[in-house]
């Protein structure tokens, strides 16, 4: 805690701000020693706010202490840089600030210097202004200009906030295309998954994409290779030539794929009903090394992936059930009924872990 009626130098605002870990420590730096504020401390303490009162209801001191925050970050907006805008309009998006001149005036300090938003920044303000209900399109046009690393982290940042506009995408996707054959693997793979988290299928582009991963797959790491069959898979996109290549660069990777990605690439395959026995039997053998470190999902999926392919090693499965076993506490029901899936179409007859499951799927159910 600081001292009150001490003066404080920027930094040590900035790490006060940062630091503070509830909206009352916030709010209170705020009325002692807003007047020292300068705009990256005014933009970092409504980010701050932001996130300390995500899901809270607020009373009549924060809603005070909320208005204080806007009102030094109104006063020195002029002042506010790419990333300063952009944070503070993702706060007020995220406080759900019903102030419409201030939107108004962010937007219009922001308009002119897009041209130095980097692609968070860009994404955190296409973010804001759909949360917020602008239909301010001023954003678009600068993707043009992005290369190939700005147009993959923009995706990959809109996923990661869950944001999926029509419209950006379609202009994101646009600008992307023709730079496709200049992205590096951990792009195409960023790229890819991006879409896939959104949910945003665009089979004209996913082909484009494909054709300009194929021949960079042997420089994949095993995440980005396992992150783009999984966006194959959730997106629905089937590619028969394209996964035998990735199958292929992926096979000598397995030992050095984590369980995440080991589980992720079975139910791929499965979801896709791509059968490569070989590739499997591989696959089994480096996941057998680690399969205490997978999670009570991972080992569902898994299950639930060899079981939907048909493809029956009983050592493996051996391992996994007993695995599961230790770890059925950790079960929520999907991962219950994929076990119990895996089970019955294998006619694997095992009555302490089927007696185990129905407790488990019982349990469950009581809990709703």
Known sequence: MWSR???????????????????????SLAQQHGHAFGFIHASAALTRAAKLLEGARMGSATTAGVALLLRLARERLPKMQAQALANTL?????????????????VSEARPKLDSFDAQALANTAYALAKLGREDKAAEPKLASFNQQN???????????????TAFMSALLMAAEPKLPSFDAQNLANMAWALAKLGYNNAAFMGALLVAAETKLPSFK??????????????????????GALLAAAKPK????????????????????HKDTMFMSAKLAAATQKLTSFNSQELANTAWALATMGHQDDAFMGTLLREAALKLP???????????????????????????????????????
């Not at 001490?6 to 630091?19: A, C, G, V, Y």
């Not at 147009?151 to 506009?165: E, F, I, V």
């Not at 397995?254 to 009903?273: D, V």
């Not at 999907?334 to 019982?362: G, H, P, Y």
Request: hydrophobic share 50%; charged share 20%; no cysteine.
């Open 254 to 273: 397995l030992p050095s794929f984590t369980a995440q990605e080991q589980s992720n690439t079975a139910w791929a395959l499965a979801t896709l009903g």
């Open 330 to 368: 950790g079960f929520a029901m999907a991962d219950v009924n994929q076990m119990s899936i895996a089970l019955t179409r294998f006619n694997i007859k095992d009555a302490e872990l089927e007696r185990a499951l129905a407790a488990r799927r019982a349990q469950l159910g009581r809990a709703k």
């Open 151 to 165: 147009l993959a982290n923009t995706a990959w940042a809109l996923a990661t906030l869950g944001y999926s506009d």
């Open 222 to 243: 095993p995440q980005e290779l396992a992150n783009t069959v999984w966006a194959l898979a959730t997106l629905g996109h089937k590619d028969a030539a394209f996964m």
């Open 90 to 106: 993702w706060a007020v998006s995220k406080l759900s600030v019903e102030d419409p001149s201030f939107v108004d005036a962010l």
């Open 5 to 27: 009626g001490r003066s404080l130098d920027p930094k040590q605002l900035n790490r006060l701000i940062t630091d503070s870990e509830t909206a009352d420590d916030l709010l």
